[in-house]
């Protein structure tokens, strides 16, 4: 059936920030799991789920998100009806800064489009799922917004919103960064909603001159409306900080929950970039647990990493329990545990660099170590 | 339609009927090559890379996989508003119908194509050929020569020219004598089948050779000997990179694994040349924890939990722990059991290999009924595309298996119709 509902994406979000790997870029933009980047799991479940319209609000770090996107032609949505729209922020012409109480951009966004419905997800989550049992349970219910949840237990990130709910599967109590929840079922960054309903809270929050327009933002609304909340089955890793990327990174290594996210029947879509297929060059050292791109080269030892495209892992290198981003170069006999390094940077022969387990070094883009 | 000034023709109907097997179903350009890649994906690459914008890919035998490998040209940035991509399949008209008779007939049928286009210069590019080449150079060659047509040409071993079609050329290179598998080649320049004509030219010899019935309506045999006889102004132009005709199950797999053994020859990861390919969209390949893996190429979505050495793995392939793969090239989607050993294979696309099956040249106790001396030689074994290999089978080498042995042995060999991806069983 049609899916009568349109995508609004959150790319961004002041409250989770992730050092230097979210300085260039905005958390949808971090790239994940060796050709992706978060934003390719939401932006694709959308588009597995029937939605043909999709609107991406990007905060101030916009650049490598709109590079990311291009036309939306990864993703089907390169179109002349709908298709995908970027939603940047505007910018105050007196102070030159982005005008951080103007919803307007998205305003116009969801008043533009004929869906009943909007899907709006938050950035800081990976899961491969179809969201039409989420928009179904909500056109057949009587709630004002439907809202996914999660029973990972998981509290420990910032924004971490446990939720209590009462005997007819509606929100009754909303906390935030509360440990001690019973329940242990707790917000995954997608809602839906009615456009006019949306369109009524946007043009409340203009009004009132709130600054950040999020999930948590529409979700405190819970004691005005009713808010239905609908189980996700499928594995969640959640990002909200550099050691829970890390460790959602590590997962991903698990063939059980790898196969799972990247299920044939619900493809991951991401840019393309035509890179020559990966090398392991004769008498390289051991490569296994490695989940490794187009474009690498390893002549060295990897073991339970991540090699994102491009890499170069030089002889007698020894890297461990690492993600390696975009064309990261590693040198001869150059030691690496616990590592993240960012896009284009380099390690020089023989350097040493080891974090510890919950606590990896993070190398910025483009440096030379 | 707005003028081009080169146009590129490029002949993908070939049946390529040495590669057996693996051409039962598809055309030979669509065949799976350098892990990555299908045979077009050079010639396409190379038009985009050289800036020509529209290409007409003329197709024939089984174009189905063609047609939805090359889609749009989306992948190739050939999905234009003015040129691009045109899968052009012969066609009925009100005077005739005809299949493509000839390499030359098939231009020929296209004329008004070309003709929609009005070029200066159009080159007749052939589907099947591995290398990387700057077609503007050729062209440049072309006009800088005041030629009528051009040849490009390469050197060749001089035991082997007697193999190729040789240009004898006076001292400005201009051709004087074309001769076809010489008994005693006066020089080692071996046409490669990649032509550029100006079009003026070009389309008057077409329509004569069409007018003449006891032509081939071929372009190496007919066409451009007649040029030269006619006293038309043809020269050479002489390419010296890496250049690799994939006809042969031997010399497909030779060059596939000379991406193994000297990279540099076609040297895939030159991003100044980028050869573009279909993106699979699957997620990056994994080594699994007892996996060995040394001298192999890998890309999308393949798995790795047994051993491959000098071995090319293509996307969605699955390689089981205590699977042992060596010099062999494993096209997409093949599957290959725990416990099955496998060297000189070419596995074709989404075949599965059961458990404790045994493919090695000198295989003790092999069965030998799928030898096919013919087709394979060095040891090299095929299996085509969608066959089921059963658990614990032996065959030599030089074999070749296809879905005509899932009839007559149905014990050793199934055929699976339709695609489906098992699970990995851990």
Same mark, same amino acid.
């Given at each position: 059936?049609?899916?009568?509902?349109?995508?609004?994406?959150?790319?961004?979000?002041?409250?989770?920030?992730?050092?230097?790997?979210?300085?260039?870029?905005?958390?949808?933009?971090?790239?994940?799991?060796?050709?992706?980047?978060?934003?390719?799991?939401?932006?694709?479940?959308?588009?597995?789920?029937?939605?043909?319209?999709?609107?991406?609000?990007?905060?101030?770090?916009?650049?490598?998100?709109?590079?990311?996107?291009? +036309?939306? $032609?990864?993703?089907?949505?390169?179109?002349?009806?709908?298709?995908?729209?970027?939603?940047?922020?505007?910018?105050?012409?007196?102070?030159?800064?982005?005008?951080?109480?103007?919803?307007?951009?998205?305003?116009?966004?969801?008043? +533009?489009?004929?869906?009943?419905?909007?899907?709006?997800?938050?950035?800081?989550?990976?899961?491969?799922?179809?969201?039409?049992?989420?928009?179904? $349970?909500?056109?057949?219910?009587?709630?004002?917004?439907?809202?996914?949840?999660?029973?990972?237990?998981?509290?420990?990130?910032?924004?971490?919103? $446990?939720?209590?709910?009462?005997?007819?599967?509606?929100?009754?109590?909303?906390?935030?960064?509360?440990?001690?929840?019973?329940?242990?079922?707790?917000? !995954?960054?997608?809602?839906?909603?009615?456009?006019?309903?949306?369109?009524?809270?946007?043009?409340?929050?203009?009004?009132?001159?709130?600054?950040?327009?999020?999930?948590?933002?529409?979700?405190?609304?819970?004691?005005?409306?009713?808010?239905?909340?609908?189980?996700?089955?499928?594995?969640?890793?959640?990002?909200?900080?550099?050691?829970?990327? &890390?460790?959602?990174?590590?997962?991903?290594?698990? +063939?059980?929950?790898?196969?799972?996210?990247?299920?044939?029947?619900?493809?991951?879509?991401?840019?393309?970039?035509?890179?020559?297929?990966?090398?392991?060059?004769?008498?390289?050292? !051991?490569?296994?647990?490695?989940?490794?791109?187009?474009?690498?080269?390893?002549?060295?030892?990897?073991?339970?990493?991540?090699?994102?495209?491009?890499?170069?892992?030089?002889?007698?290198?020894?890297? +461990?329990?690492?993600?390696?981003?975009?064309?990261?170069?590693?040198?001869?006999?150059?030691?690496?545990?616990?590592?993240?390094?960012?896009?284009?940077?380099?390690?020089?022969?023989?350097?040493?660099?080891?974090?510890?387990?919950? &606590?990896?070094?993070?190398?910025?883009?483009?440096?030379?170590? | 339609?707005?003028?081009?000034?080169?146009?590129?023709?490029?002949?993908?109907?070939?049946?390529?009927?040495?590669?057996?097997?693996?051409?039962?179903?598809?055309?030979?350009?669509?065949?799976?090559?350098?892990?990555?890649?299908?045979?077009?994906?050079?010639?396409?690459?190379?038009?985009?890379?050289?800036?020509?914008?529209? @290409?007409?890919?003329?197709?024939?035998?089984?174009?189905?996989?063609?047609?939805?490998?090359?889609?749009?040209? *989306?992948?190739?940035?050939?999905?234009?508003?003015? /040129? /691009?991509?045109?899968?052009?399949?012969?066609?009925?008209?009100?005077?005739?119908?005809?299949?493509?008779? /000839?390499?030359?007939?098939?231009?020929?049928?296209?004329?008004?194509?070309?003709?929609?286009?009005?070029?200066?210069?159009?080159?007749?590019?052939?589907?099947?050929?591995?290398?990387?080449?700057?077609?503007?150079?050729?062209?440049?060659?072309?006009?800088?020569?005041?030629?009528?047509?051009?040849?490009?040409?390469?050197?060749?071993?001089?035991?082997?020219?007697?193999?190729?079609?040789?240009?004898?050329?006076?001292?400005?290179?201009?051709?004087?004598?074309?001769?076809?598998?010489?008994?005693?080649? %006066?020089?080692?320049?071996?046409?490669?089948?990649?032509?550029?004509?100006?079009? %003026?030219?070009?389309?008057?010899?077409?329509?004569?050779?069409?007018?003449?019935?006891?032509?081939?309506?071929?372009?190496?045999?007919?066409?451009?000997?007649?040029?030269?006889?006619?006293?038309?102004?043809?020269?050479?132009?002489?390419?010296? /990179?890496?250049?690799?005709?994939?006809?042969?199950?031997?010399?497909?797999?030779?060059?596939?694994?000379?991406?193994?053994?000297?990279?540099?020859?076609?040297?895939?990861?030159?991003?100044?040349?980028?050869?573009?390919?279909?993106?699979?969209?699957?997620?990056?390949?994994?080594?699994?924890?007892?996996?060995?893996?040394?001298?192999?190429?890998?890309?999308?979505?393949?798995?790795?939990?047994?051993?491959? *050495?000098?071995?090319?793995?293509?996307?969605?392939? @699955?390689?089981?722990?205590?699977?042992?793969?060596?010099?062999?090239?494993?096209?997409?989607?093949?599957?290959?059991?725990?416990?099955?050993?496998?060297?000189?294979?070419?596995?074709?696309?989404?075949?599965?290999?059961?458990?404790?099956?045994?493919?090695?040249?000198?295989?003790?106790?092999?069965?030998?009924?799928?030898?096919?001396?013919?087709?394979?030689?060095?040891?090299?074994t095929v299996f085509a595309p969608n066959l089921i290999i059963k658990e614990g089978t032996k065959i030599v080498g030089n074999s070749m298996i296809g879905a005509e042995h899932a009839r007559d042995y149905p014990q050793y060999i199934e055929e699976v119709p339709h695609y489906s991806r098992?699970?990995?069983?851990?």
């Amino acid at each position: 059936m049609i899916t009568d509902a349109m995508g609004l994406i959150l790319a961004d979000n002041r409250r989770i920030q992730l050092g230097v790997l979210t300085e260039p870029r905005a958390i949808a933009a971090i790239p994940f799991a060796g050709r992706f980047r978060i934003i390719d799991f939401t932006l694709s479940n959308m588009v597995n789920s029937g939605i043909k319209r999709v609107g991406v609000v990007a905060l101030t770090k916009y650049k490598s998100l709109m590079d990311h996107m291009g +036309t939306g $032609a990864p993703w089907d949505l390169d179109r002349m009806r709908q298709g995908l729209y970027m939603i940047p922020p505007y910018i105050n012409p007196i102070t030159r800064e982005p005008d951080r109480t103007d919803a307007q951009g998205v305003i116009d966004y969801v008043k +533009t489009g004929d869906q009943r419905y909007v899907v709006i997800s938050g950035s800081a989550f990976v899961t491969n799922t179809s969201y039409k049992p989420v928009i179904n $349970a909500h056109i057949e219910s009587n709630a004002d917004l439907t809202v996914l949840y999660h029973k990972d237990g998981q509290f420990d990130g910032p924004l971490a919103m $446990a939720i209590e709910l009462d005997d007819d599967g509606y929100v009754r109590d909303l906390m935030v960064d509360y440990p001690r929840s019973t329940s242990q079922k707790y917000v !995954v960054g997608l809602i839906v909603i009615s456009r006019n309903l949306l369109l009524q809270l946007l043009t409340e929050m203009m009004a009132r001159g709130i600054a950040d327009f999020s999930i948590l933002g529409i979700l405190e609304n819970y004691k005005r409306f009713r808010v239905q909340a609908v189980e996700l089955e499928e594995p969640l890793l959640r990002i909200h900080s550099v050691a829970s990327y &890390f460790d959602a990174s590590m997962q991903v290594l698990d +063939t059980k929950i790898r196969h799972k996210l990247f299920s044939i029947d619900r493809p991951i879509y991401t840019k393309a970039k035509n890179r020559a297929p990966c090398i392991v060059a004769p008498g390289s050292g !051991v490569v296994k647990n490695v989940l490794a791109s187009d474009g690498c080269a390893i002549m060295g030892h990897v073991e339970n990493s991540i090699l994102f495209r491009g890499c170069v892992i030089g002889r007698g290198a020894r890297v +461990t329990n690492s993600v390696l981003f975009q064309d990261v170069q590693i040198s001869e006999g150059v030691v690496l545990d616990h590592v993240i390094i960012d896009k284009n940077s380099v390690v020089k022969m023989d350097g040493r660099l080891l974090g510890q387990p919950g &606590f990896p070094i993070v190398i910025e883009k483009n440096a030379i170590v | 339609m707005a003028k081009q000034d080169i146009i590129a023709m490029i002949l993908a109907g070939g049946q390529g009927s040495r590669l057996g097997v693996l051409t039962e179903l598809v055309a030979k350009p669509a065949v799976p090559f350098g892990s990555r890649y299908r045979i077009i994906d050079f010639p396409l690459s190379n038009c985009t890379n050289s800036g020509i914008e529209a @290409v007409g890919v003329l197709t024939q035998y089984q174009p189905l996989e063609l047609n939805s490998y090359i889609g749009n040209g *989306h992948s190739w940035d050939l999905d234009r508003n003015n /040129g /691009g991509t045109y899968i052009l399949p012969p066609y009925l008209s009100q005077v005739g119908n005809d299949w493509y008779k /000839g390499t030359a007939n098939a231009i020929y049928q296209n004329i008004p194509f070309i003709d929609s286009y009005d070029p200066k210069y159009v080159l007749i590019l052939s589907g099947d050929h591995i290398y990387k080449m700057d077609y503007l150079k050729m062209v440049e060659s072309h006009i800088n020569n005041e030629a009528e047509a051009t040849i490009a040409v390469i050197e060749v071993p001089w035991e082997e020219a007697s193999r190729f079609g040789i240009m004898n050329t006076d001292e400005t290179g201009r051709v004087v004598e074309f001769e076809e598998k010489p008994a005693e080649p %006066k020089n080692n320049l071996a046409s490669m089948g990649i032509y550029c004509f100006s079009w %003026k030219v070009l389309r008057e010899s077409l329509i004569l050779d069409e007018a003449n019935p006891d032509s081939r309506n071929d372009f190496g045999a007919n066409v451009i000997p007649g040029m030269i006889e006619a006293g038309y102004d043809v020269f050479t132009y002489a390419f010296d /990179g890496y250049w690799k005709d994939v006809g042969t199950i031997s010399s497909l797999w030779e060059s596939n694994m000379e991406i193994l053994n000297d990279p540099t020859l076609i040297n895939l990861r030159d991003i100044s040349w980028t050869i573009y390919s279909k993106n699979p969209q699957r997620p990056s390949h994994y080594f699994g924890h007892d996996s060995k893996v040394d001298n192999t190429a890998i890309t999308d979505g393949s798995e790795i939990f047994g051993e491959c *050495h000098s071995t090319i793995v293509s996307y969605n392939v @699955v390689v089981e722990k205590g699977a042992v793969v060596t010099d062999s090239i494993l096209m997409p989607g093949s599957y290959i059991e725990s416990g099955a050993v496998l060297t000189r294979c070419i596995v074709g696309m989404d075949t599965r290999i059961e458990g404790n099956v045994r493919a090695t040249p000198d295989e003790e106790d092999g069965l030998d009924m799928f030898v096919n001396e013919k087709l394979c030689k060095d040891g090299i074994t095929v299996f085509a595309p969608n066959l089921i290999i059963k658990e614990g089978t032996k065959i030599v080498g030089n074999s070749m298996i296809g879905a005509e042995h899932a009839r007559d042995y149905p014990q050793y060999i199934e055929e699976v119709p339709h695609y489906s991806r098992m699970e990995v069983s851990l």
